[in-house]
């Protein structure tokens, strides 16, 4: 029953697809788009531009979640440092990400490096944010009891700190995977020669239209799995938070 009510939505959705696709050029049906995404992405293309646009996406992910817990955490243990830096990050995290693409392509050049720079970008304010008042929403309680217990240094950050605040990290790191992949096709329509969004922009200015929707279906399918795998990561990491994992220490 679970198993249908997961496909019956997906399968609706391709059905109005079906019915209406096909009424126009720019709007092929399913069984179109279906040839189209096997000839286009089974092929080299998987190596060439596939497998190269999640490299830099993991890449710009990575730097931004440590970026993100490596800055949040002494900025929500401390009042007067938050406090001072409060202002500035507030006024770099209203800066869209996108508008930093022309900037960030004079320092960093053209290459991988400046595609992975767009993606820090966008994805560590997520990350740093909830860092941040996950680590100020710590029981002062719990605290006190470190420091009766004398529970200091590395040992409180990794038992206490970060696994109290270990829930808002997570949810903030599942924010910023979804604007990893956008800001992962935005960089790579800029100046560049591989990956999807390069891909995608040129199947549109071709006029390859079924190969361009085949472009958009893949990037949601991709979206789709890392979700489901950032979903396993998740209850893995939280299992003591939700129960699963009270005999685990």
């Avoid at 198993?3 to 959705?13: N, Q």
């Avoid at 038992?159 to 790191?173: D, E, H, K, N, W």
């Avoid at 910023?176 to 992962?184: F, P, Q, R, V």
């Amino acid at each position: 029953m679970r198993a249908l009510r997961l496909v019956a939505l997906p399968a609706a959705l391709v059905l109005v697809w079906w019915a209406v696709g096909g009424s126009t050029f720019y709007l092929p049906g399913p069984v179109e788009v279906g040839r189209a995404f096997a000839a286009t992405w089974f092929s080299e293309r998987l190596l060439d531009d596939v497998l190269p646009s999640l490299a830099r996406l993991l890449a710009g992910y990575a730097v931004a979640g440590l970026l993100g817990v490596g800055l949040g955490v002494p900025i929500g243990l401390s009042r007067r440092l938050r406090a001072t830096l409060e202002p500035v990050l507030e006024f770099f995290r209203a800066v869209p990400p996108p508008v930093l693409v022309p900037l960030i392509m004079l320092l960093a050049g053209i290459d991988t490096l400046m595609k992975v720079l767009v993606i820090v970008s966008g994805c560590v304010w997520p990350v740093l944010l909830n860092t941040v008042e996950g680590v100020r929403a710590l029981d002062e309680v719990l605290s006190d009891t470190c420091r009766m217990y004398g529970v200091r240094g590395v040992s409180r950050l990794r038992r206490f700190v970060l696994r109290g605040a270990s829930p808002q990290i997570m949810t903030g790191l599942r924010q910023a995977l979804s604007i990893g992949i956008i800001l992962m096709v935005i960089s790579e329509m800029f100046a560049s020669s591989s990956g999807l969004g390069f891909t995608i922009l040129l199947f549109q200015r071709q006029f390859q239209i079924a190969e361009m929707w085949s472009g958009i279906l893949l990037l949601g399918l991709l979206g789709l799995g890392l979700s489901l795998l950032f979903r396993r990561l998740e209850r893995w990491v939280l299992a003591w938070y939700h129960g699963s994992g009270a005999a685990r220490a």
